[in-house]
């Protein structure tokens, strides 16, 4: 969304990304890692830190911060107030109790897609937790979102981005990712074989609302030792092709 400069709190916009800045890799930062992750420079990096732990957000040893658990309040208000969540749920559930699969439900976010609901499944092992954030570009997930794009969006989201080779099946030079978009474009789904992580399968579908707008997308992940990617297509597509148009009249 674009707003006028004179509606734009800069001090708000830094203090977030000073607060985006904590994540797997890094889970403690000092004043000086803040400002490169977040772009300030150390001086406004650490006054933020130091207002981010006296609001509670924020744990400290006096040099280094963590995140504390205050920051849940944001998750758990947009779990239960998002109507998507909640709808998707009971669907996942009902997924998951007979085949002892993953089944999660995924939106787009910049360069990642952020887990907005998943199965209670206990084959879920794979960091694939309930807000977890995953690299758009090797996840099945990512790939039907950015194919659900329009063309001239993708190109400008895929124009100079750099994508991160994270095993060694992961497909990093742009123009076969442009051709793998299309592909997932035309089939109207995805299997990533173990891009993202070795030993895991992911297959993914759209889930669009009755205007046809493509608002998450519904996915299965197993692992090499269960089915491997061919069997979890073949065993798959339909179930999730069929809860994708079950949805549809509850997005």
Known sequence: MAIARVDFI????????VLESFD???????????????????????????TLAHLGYLETDGSWFWLAPKVLRFSGSYLASSRLPRAIQPTLNRLAGPTGESFSAVVLD?????????????????GLHLGA???????????????AKPRS??????????????TGHTTTEPRAFRALIEQVRQQDWCVASEEHELGVHALAVPLRDMDGRTVAA??????????????LHKEFLPVLQEAARELRALL
């Open 110 to 126: 910049g360069d990642h897609v952020v887990i907005v609901a998943r199965s209670g499944s206990a084959q879920l092992a794979y």
């Open 153 to 166: 969006e993708f190109s400008a989201w895929l124009k100079g981005r750099e994508l991160p080779r994270l």
């Open 218 to 231: 519904l996915n299965v992940v197993s692992t090499r030792q269960r089915l491997d990617a061919r069997a």
């Open 24 to 50: 797997t890799q890094r889970q403690r930062l000092n004043a000086t890692l803040a400002a490169e992750r977040a772009g300030l420079t150390r001086a406004a990096a650490r006054r933020h830190l130091l």
């Open 10 to 17: 800069a001090g708000m916009a830094k203090g977030l990304a």
């Open 133 to 147: 954030r995953l690299p758009a570009h090797a996840t099945s997930t990512g790939r039907v979102l950015l194919a």
